[in-house]
C-alpha cells in the first residue's frame, strides 16, 4: 500500500498576507533602524564632502543636506568617554554592567547621566556587547564595547531626554 501524496501547501489569503505584512515589516524596519551605525566622518573626508556640495546639481533636483550629527572633530566629553572605556577593555575585554558604571564614574562622569545594557542575557549568558549611552547636554555618546573594541559616536538626544529607547539598568 501507498502513502497518500501530501497536500500541497495553499498560500495565505490576501487579507491574511496583508496582517502578516502589518505585523512583520514594523519590526523589520525598527531592527534596521537600531543596527545601522552612524557615520563617522575623518576631519580629511569631512573636507572633500564639503566640496563635493559645492557642485550645483542637475536642473530639477535638489543635493541632500549633509547631517547635522556629522563633526569635524570629535567632543571633549566622547573623548573622555573613549578613553575611559578603552582603558577598560583593555583590563576586561567583555566588561560588566558594573565594570562600566564604575569606569564612567572614575572618569567624572555623573551615574545619573550614564546608560549601560545588560552584559548578561536573561539565560545568564555574556551578552556580545554592551551598549553605553552618556548624556551630555543636547548629544549622548553611544559606545558599543565588543570582543575587546569600542565603538563610539554621538546622536541627538532622544525626546524623552534619555540616550536609550526602551527600559535600561540603573
Same mark, same amino acid.
Given at each position: ?34 543596527? *545601522?551605525?552612524?557615520? &563617522?566622518? #575623518?576631519?580629511? $573626508?569631512? @573636507?572633500? %564632502?564639503? +566640496? !563635493?556640495? =559645492?557642485?550645483? /546639481? ?38 560588566? *554592567?558594573?565594570?562600566? &558604571?564604575? #569606569?564612567?564614574? $572614575?572618569? @567624572?562622569? %555623573?551615574? +545619573? !547621566?550614564? =546608560?549601560?545594557? /545588560? ?42 531626554? &534619555? ?8
Amino acid at each position: 500500500m501507498t502513502a497518500p501524496a501530501p497536500a500541497p501547501l495553499r498560500r495565505p489569503s490576501g487579507r491574511r498576507r496583508a496582517g502578516l505584512a502589518a505585523l512583520v515589516l514594523p519590526l523589520v524596519l525598527g531592527m534596521a533602524a537600531c543596527s *545601522t551605525p552612524a557615520p &563617522r566622518v #575623518s576631519p580629511s $573626508a569631512a @573636507g572633500s %564632502a564639503g +566640496a !563635493a556640495s =559645492e557642485t550645483p /546639481a542637475p536642473e530639477g533636483q535638489a543635493i541632500p543636506a549633509a547631517p547635522a550629527a556629522v563633526t569635524a572633530a570629535p567632543s571633549a566629553v566622547s573623548q573622555s568617554v573613549t578613553a575611559a572605556l578603552q582603558a577598560l577593555v583593555v583590563s576586561s575585554p567583555q566588561p560588566s *554592567t558594573a565594570q562600566v &558604571r564604575e #569606569s564612567l564614574a $572614575a572618569a @567624572g562622569f %555623573a551615574p +545619573a !547621566a550614564v =546608560e549601560v545594557s /545588560a552584559s548578561r542575557t536573561p539565560t545568564g549568558l555574556a551578552a556580545d556587547a554592551v551598549e553605553v549611552g552618556v548624556l551630555d547636554d543636547n548629544e549622548c555618546v553611544m559606545a558599543q564595547l565588543r570582543s575587546g573594541t569600542v565603538a563610539t559616536s554621538v546622536l541627538p538626544v532622544l525626546p524623552n531626554g &534619555r540616550c536609550f529607547v526602551g527600559s535600561v539598568q540603573r
